[in-house]
């Protein structure tokens, strides 16, 4: 009960938060200089003010932006996000289609980096100063420092076009039909690199943390006093260092969480990956209003719910937290 | 018709004399042993990549570079063009303008289908001139602006109505610059607002089959095609890969088949050109002149004084750019109208040269004469430079410009913002010294140089038209009567002394004749049948099984 109200709480005190979200958005992208009207004459190379006229008064551009924000709010307020006339498409179904490829990709990295962190964060101080402690070390400071980009790049020099065993982009064979466990594995292939080159770079912080972590809380009291009540090694790490020491990594997880839904730009364009953040990034450039606005909406509602899930994480790892 | 490129010819041979070790290492390109590489096969799915991602597909009303290649698969012009320019029947089987120039009569293909099953008859001509193209083309304000209407006898009789003649319209009739549209699909909606939008119908060899934004558009065969057994290929699939080292990557594994229009890097080229699987062209670029130029606003002294505009001009090494940014793809500029233009006879090269020796002692000494001196730093002026936003390569040239102008004393600064920015300063608030843009010419030189150099084209707002406020009634004269002109050789006369008005005028500096590249599989053939290139159909392409 104390706890269902808690979550409510927390929902009821986050809709301020998004509303300022919402008017703090509306209005920075309006300080941007021009407009979704202009790039379009740009890219067409002439057009007439006539038609420049037209296409500001279909895209409401027109209107002041008192006006242009009620628009939008009412719109909102109704679970429309609108509608892109640079696509021309309706600004939901733009972000649908992208929001499976985004969670795939994000969810397939993320999900490894960090299993796979905490795990070699494990092993590595439990045999601190050892090999495997050095090379777990030694590997993760490379992944850390290593772009992203430039690693998809070689990835790609050497599995797909080297060796062949990897098609190079894109999210699946287009045209190719494939169909059931078939599609399953085409798709699978197209992830690998994407997902991998994108996981590096966390997997990296997690494990170094997670090592951190667990060897500062095996130098705490509690583990002393487990010890003197003869607990072996193996119960003291599992059922009292770990525990523990996943809080900072749990705390990192989640402000990285955000990121899910926001996409990688890099690892996308590098590999064609139709995921959302390239879609903002072009929503930008070209002054979409109503798909950017939507993205950050959507962007912003998504870090309050990862937030309070992350609360709710703690609490269930440490009692003694108070919600 | 016209039958593939020479280059092509060649690239067959030289496919066929592989060494066998070198054929089983590329994986399964040649798997299948070597078709017979000159009976078109029919079948076979052709990917090419179009970079970037169009917005949309509404090519009736957008023209962004990147929307033909997909497009022009779809919608059909009246006629199309032979390797010489000259127009050739498609939608219209034959014309016929009349002595006044005032009208041009077209008799209209029997028994063509949209895609949606409507027969095409004079309406839909009628339909897409007056109230789609007249209306919403960007263009239109050039190339239609003589146009009165459109006279429907019969269903397959459509005339022309200039209000003057238009010597150039019988150049712009290809699909990719007037498309043909059909009436019943837009009739009594709003054109910008159409559905088909996105899902284009028309009567070419392929029909729209899908769109997966940010990866491909799908086109499916035409089985209904109006010409008998074409086109070869079942489906073209148009990727969209935003990363240029993974477009080229595309290729070189051979899952893309063809990249047109400098979708690869130039830096890229030599690597492309080695691989045995590919093969590069620059052919089917003919009709799709570009220049990339120095706009100077003629409002921000010193830059209103004529001799230091040419000073600018005289300062600039256009070997250097082409060498170290474009890969010398190109030549240099010799003035205001590309050198495709030769082939229609419009270009001359008879104007004030500026790439000569002592080039840098003449534009010291018109400086020095338009009373601006060096001052204690060796700088005379400093002015800003936009920097290009569409790509790289445009930033390498600006970082040239600023050396190469610190040579004569003129302090560059660079300033690079994004698209949307850039555009406002440089065509609203007029609030620039110096662009670097890469401006399209079009198909005759009324597009080129009627946007760019007419007074009446200082507009504000709108963009990549008359910038630099260059005003000169003489060649406006000129310019305006050489578009009504119907005699050839009168209008080439007028063009030759259009150029040299310009060149002595220097309102803006020409740098660089551009030169597009295409790179593609050497399983794919006849790619390339005609001027218009990637923006006219794949209809004779074919993939050696």
Known sequence: MRFARYVGYRLLTALPVICGIIVLNFLLIHLAPGDAASVLAGESGAATPEYMDELRHKFGLDQSLGMQFLTYVSNLAHFNLGYSYRNDADVSSLILERLGPTSLLMLTAFGTA????????????????????????????????????????????????????????????????????????????????????????????????????????????????????????????????LRNALLPVVTLAGVQAGNLIGGSIVVETVFGWPGIGTLAFNALQSRDLNLILAIFFISACLVVVINLAVDVIYFMLDPRMEI | MVDDSPSNKISRRTALALPLGLAASSGTIFSNGFAKADEPVRGGTMVMIVQPEPSTLAHYAVTAGNIPPIATQIYEGLVTYD????????????????????????KLRERVFFHNGNPFTSADVQFSFMEILKKYHPFAPLLLAELTGVDTPDAMTAILRLANPAPYLMKALAGRDLPIMCKSVFEGTPVLQNPTANKPIGTGPFKFGQWDRGQFVRLDRNDKYWKPGLPYLDHIIARFIPDAATRSAALETGEAHFAG????????????????????????????????????????????????????????????????????????????????????????????????????????????????????????????????????QWLRQAEYLKQALAIVGIDLTLRSEDTA???????????????????????????????????????????????????????????????????????????????????????????????YVSVFNRKLHDHTTGPLGTQQAFERAWLEK
Request: glycine fraction near 8%; include cysteine.
């Open chain 1, 114 to 241: 960090l299993a796979l962190g905490i795990i070699l964060g494990l092993v590595a101080a439990t045999g601190r100063n050892s090999w495997r402690d050095n090379v777990i070390s030694l590997i993760s400071l490379v992944a850390y420092a290593t772009p992203g980009f430039w690693l998809g790049l070689m990835m790609i020099v050497i599995f797909s076009i080297g060796l062949g065993w990897l098609p190079t982009s894109g999210f699946d064979t287009v045209g190719a039909g494939h169909e059931g466990w078939a599609e399953v594995w085409d798709i699978g292939r197209h992830l690998v690199m994407p997902a991998v080159s994108l996981a590096l770079f966390y997997l990296a912080l997690y494990a170094r943390l997670m090592r951190a972590s667990i060897l500062e809380q095996t130098g705490m009291d509690y583990v002393t006093t487990a010890r003197a009540k003869g607990q072996t090694e193996r119960r003291i790490m599992t059922g009292h260092v």
């Open chain 2, 83 to 106: 390797w010489d320019q000259n127009p050739q029947p498609s939608l219209a089987t034959s014309w016929e303008t009349a002595p006044d120039g005032k009208s041009i009569t077209f």
């Open chain 2, 261 to 392: 229009y400098s979708a690869v890097n130039y830096a890229d080229l030599a690597r492309m050109k080695s691989n045995p699987i590919l093969d590069t062209t620059m052919k089917g670029y003919e009709m799709t002149p570009a220049l990339s130029v120095l706009e100077l606003n003629a409002n921000h002294p010193p830059l209103d004084k004529k001799e230091v505009r040419q000073a600018i001009a005289y300062a600039i090494d256009r070997k250097v750019i082409l060498r170290d940014v474009m890969y010398g793809y190109g030549q240099p500029a010799t003035g205001p109208l590309s050198r495709l233009f030769k082939t229609v006879g419009f270009y001359t090269d008879d104007v004030r040269n500026y790439d000569v020796p002592d080039r840098l002692e003449i534009a010291n000494k018109l400086l020095d004469g338009a009373g601006l001196p060096r001052g204690s730093n060796g700088m005379r002026f400093g002015i800003h430079l936009e920097v290009n936003s569409f790509g790289e």
């Open chain 2, 421 to 515: 920015t850039w555009l406002r300063r440089v065509y609203t608030n007029y609030d620039y010294d110096m662009n670097e843009p890469f401006l399209s010419q079009g198909v005759d030189p009324v597009y080129g140089l009627n946007k760019q150099y007419l007074t009446s084209q200082i507009r504000k707002g709108v963009t990549f038209v008359n910038n630099s406020f260059y005003a000169n009634p003489e060649f406006d004269d000129i310019l305006n009567e050489a578009m009504r002109e119907p005699d050839h050789g009168k209008r080439a006369a007028l063009y030759k002394k259009a150029q040299q008005i310009l060149a002595e005028d220097c309102p803006l500096v020409w740098l660089i004749d551009v030169q």
